[in-house]
């Protein structure tokens, strides 16, 4: 067997020390002198390196008022070490006092004779794991909540609906079941606000915390909220909640806490109590507890104590133990001092060695870290401490003397061989957080992932070769679980938020500050990068909107109740007109939150605009048909007077004029149906082969006939091309009638026809009075029409629309060049060969 060679006591204590990845320190003396502290322990007091030789009451002033040093003190004195979780301390750190919370260990480290020589401080902070644990159950409560608030919702809609049913039947009683109605009302708003500060004391209650928790209100000191550990160790149930403490607890009458909670509300200033007794009834008899506590003031915002904070940790089973312990140990030390007589010779010899072999497993035995010694190429685990054991659920037996490996099989496929192999190889040391580890269970065999920190380092002997590897293994799963949980939470969310486009803002209010998402900025036309203050939010509201908005917005937050608004914006920077609809709801604080008012903001712009549009649709289309149909409705009714006289001269001409308004009835229809395919995908090509120049020689011949206008065509006689011929010649139908609408008073009409490259391009230029340019980009919208120079043209505004759709299926292109008083070209381009 692989057997490694002795170190050096220093070498010791520079690798266990300096080294390690929590804060460790050691002092020497009853004053707690500062022999060694490493980088972690002087980063976690906020303190440089130049405190080491000080007393640690010199180092840490703002500890004077707290436990820690007393704490020191005694374990100096009586030899007992001191191991806790979870105490709150407030160091300064950064140049500000702040409140953390530590696992922490006090051990003493004896000589031969039992005597302390140095004190052995460990330290890990957990502020974030006791911070995590509490927006855990803040999270749990508030789900908690909402599930009753939308019980109540169902109850309030069903009670709701039979009180419609009972009002339609019976209008007789119609104002006693409106007082019933109020009365109801009254009390649903009393239970609302009931469960509303219910909600605020629950997020604060904490029930599972480890440690004891209370609130008491004023100097009469109202118990305004107690978690289960406080209750627990109070002998009380929640019963007492609401009465003044001295009330709640007689016991403590005649003891020196209520005098200290008055100095405490008076002075404004905490209290700090370590190890501290106190008789309380549990169990219908008075015993003895022990805790490490702290009273807290709770100061208003003008800085006026209305209220303490009880944290305590209960020790009492630690201190019972130590002071057994303690007895323990003087006989032990009376025995021991009649062995050390007959073995001086004995240890004489030995006595260098067996103090540092001592002083290791003494100190690797009473770490609160899990650590392990792996020996040699094959890891051999030749140290290991009990907190190890238990995370590994083994027992020395099982593990000692025996390669990893060996003993974690599971283990060979795992990152963490190679990890120990470059340690030894190297002498890097090697730390990663949260790392995945799997071990097979021991009962059942299946596997258990769990993640961890860990922390190699190599280990040399006297010639400073290295022949092991330190490792610290501490375990994180519940912490990874408890963040992945709110990871996930909040990725859902903000994927809910991203995917609906949502805006969402944030109003303290208290100080009114508007904290706005990058979307919401986007809407209302700022950069993302830039502040957008309530001021400039409220001032981008259009005038017509602006007052209600403010004054809908002002009454919510000081009454607590919801926004559901829409109303239109205008772009800080680019000016566009928005619309948005905006809701809201006013959140209430609590200590550990402040009250908010908060939401999201939809952009629904292109809804009002398809509103409008629709309207508009309406609108011009009855107003369109009104016309030719009245037109047709006239006809007819002339016609009926010469139903018995058919060869009257009017009947020809009143024949005609139905059939033209047919004809235009027929087009507008046709249009209509145009565009409902081509919204609908339905907009179908017959592609065949055909001159282009014979097409447009043929087409339009409803203006040709009319002999009023001359339709010119230049260009290639001799094209072919590859389209839909009925398409494209509807196409220029529409080109050339628009010319005909527009220029009325002109005569020529120009066609053209042009190939370059594989495309082919048709003009229709006419000579009117042009179109305005800021009117050109809309022309192919649908329903628009071109409403200049106080003229109102008929039709739906969809010819260009369904024109400009033909082109794009054909894989081409449409436009207009135009200027005022020169007229206009209408063009399209086209593939000569099929896409």
């Known amino acids: 067997m692989y057997r490694p060679t002795r170190l050096e006591n220093t070498d010791l204590l520079n690798i266990l020390c300096l080294h390690a990845e929590h804060p460790v320190a050691v002092y020497t003396g009853e004053e707690i002198r500062i022999e060694l502290a490493n980088p972690a322990m002087l980063a976690a007091w906020g303190k440089p390196g130049s405190v080491v030789g000080l007393t640690l009451s010199e180092a840490l002033p703002e500890i004077s008022n707290q436990p820690f040093v007393g704490m020191l003190k005694e374990v100096w004195n009586t030899g007992v070490d001191n191991i806790g979780k979870a105490i709150p301390a407030e160091l300064m750190v950064g140049g500000k006092l702040q409140l953390f919370y530590f696992d922490y260990s006090y051990v003493a480290v004896k000589n031969e004779e039992g005597a302390v020589y140095a004190i052995y401080h460990t330290a890990k902070d957990v502020t974030q794991e006791v911070l995590d644990q509490e927006e855990l159950q803040v999270a749990r409560k508030r789900e908690e909540l909402l599930e009753i608030e939308q019980t109540l919702n169902e109850e309030l809609a069903a009670a709701n609906e039979e009180l419609q049913a009972t009002n339609e039947e019976l209008h007789a009683t119609q104002e006693s079941l409106n007082v019933l109605n109020q009365e109801f009302e009254a009390r649903v708003a009393k239970r609302t606000s009931a469960l509303s500060h219910s909600e605020s004391r629950l997020r604060f209650l904490l029930s599972d915390a480890p440690i004891a928790i209370a609130v008491f209100q004023g100097r009469e000191l109202i118990i305004e909220s107690a978690n289960k550990k406080v209750l627990e160790v109070w002998g009380k149930s929640e019963d007492v909640i609401g009465l003044p403490l001295h009330i709640a607890v007689p016991e403590l009458i005649g003891q020196e806490f ?51 904070m009880l944290t305590a940790g209960i020790v009492t ?28 010779l004995l240890l ?12 290791l497993n003494n100190i690797l035995s009473n770490l609160h870290a899990p650590v392990v010694v792996l020996t040699g190429p094959d890891h051999v685990i030749s140290t290991v401490n009990q907190a190890l054991l238990k995370f590994w659920d083994r027992n020395k037996e099982e593990v000692l003397d025996r390669p990893m490996l060996e003993v974690f099989p599971e283990l060979k496929n795992q990152i963490f061989p ?12 090697l730390q990663k957080r949260e790392q995945q580890v799997i071990f097979k269970d021991k009962k059942t065999g299946g596997d258990r992932v769990l993640y961890v920190d860990y922390f190699y380092q190599p280990m040399t002997d006297l010639s400073g070769r290295i022949t092991a590897v330190l490792a610290t293994v501490l375990d994180v799963t519940e912490k990874v679980r408890s963040r992945k949980i709110v990871e996930e939470a909040e990725a859902k969310l903000r994927l809910a938020i ?25 809407i209302f036309g700022f950069y993302s990068d830039e502040e957008m203050p309530m001021e400039a939010a409220l001032g981008q509201i259009t005038p ?5 908005v403010t004054a809908e917005l002002r009454e919510a937050l000081k009454s607590g109740g919801n926004i559901d608004m829409e109303y239109s914006i205008k772009g800080y920077r680019d000016g566009n007109i928005r619309w948005v ?53 006239g006809s007819l009714q002339l016609l009926s007077r010469y139903r018995d006289n058919m060869l009257h001269p009017m009947v020809v001409k009143l024949v005609d004029q139905a059939n033209a308004s047919v004809t235009k009835i027929t087009g507008l229809i046709d249009d209509l149906l145009n565009t409902t395919r081509t919204n609908e995908g339905q907009l179908f090509l017959n592609y065949r082969s055909f001159n282009l120049y014979e097409m447009l020689e043929t087409c339009c011949s409803h203006i040709r006939m009319r002999e009023k206008y001359r339709l010119i065509l230049h260009g290639n006689k001799d094209l072919y091309i590859e389209a839909d011929e009925a398409r494209i010649d509807q196409v220029v139908v529409n080109f050339v009638n628009n010319a005909v609408k527009y220029a009325p008073d002109q005569r020529e009409i120009h066609l053209s026809v042009e190939e370059s490259g594989g495309m082919v391009k048709v003009s229709v230029r006419d000579f009117g009075p042009g ?6 980009p809309y022309l192919f919208d649908r329903y628009y029409r071109v409403d200049y120079s106080g003229v109102q043209y008929s039709g739906l505004g969809l010819g260009l629309y369904i024109s400009a759709e033909i082109i794009k299926k054909h894989h081409g292109q449409i436009g207009v060049d135009s200027e005022l008083g020169k007229g206009s070209t209408f063009w399209f381009t086209l593939p000569v060969r099929k896409v």
């Not at 017509?544 to 209600?548: D, G, V």
């Not at 999201?600 to 048909?625: C, G, P």
């Not at 179109?771 to 050109?776: G, L, N, S, T, V």
């Open 771 to 776: 179109i305005p340019a800021d009117k050109i």
């Open 418 to 429: 190679s990890l120990w192999k470059k340690v030894l190889e190297e002498g890097s040391m």
């Open 544 to 548: 017509e909107f602006r007052e209600s």
């Open 498 to 522: 991203e995917s609906s486009e949502l805006g969402t803002w944030f109003i303290d209010a208290e100080s009114n500050t508007l904290t706005a998402s990058e979307r919401l900025k986007e």
């Open 258 to 308: 209520l005098q200290i909670l008055d100095h405490v509300y008076i002075s404004g200033k905490a209290w700090y109590g370590n190890e501290v007794k106190a008789f309380l009834k549990q169990k219908g008899k008075i015993e003895e507890v022990y805790c490490n506590f702290v009273y807290q003031p709770l100061k208003d915002e003008l800085g006026k104590v209305n209220g303490i």
């Open 348 to 359: 004489a010899s030995n006595t260098d060695l067996k103090i540092s072999e001592n002083r």
């Open 581 to 633: 609809r905006s809701t809201g709801k006013l959140y209430s604080g609590d200590i550990f939150t402040k009250a908010n008012f908060s939401g999201t903001i939809q952009d629904i712009t292109q809804k009002k605009l398809e509103e409008q549009r629709k309207d508009d649709f309406l609108s011009i289309a009855s107003h369109e048909l009104k016309t030719p149909i009245t037109t047709l409705k």
């Open 317 to 344: 089973e630690q201190v019972l133990s130590r002071n057994k312990i303690q007895l323990l140990n003087e006989e032990l030390l009376a025995i021991n001092e009649e062995l050390n007589k007959s073995q001086e």
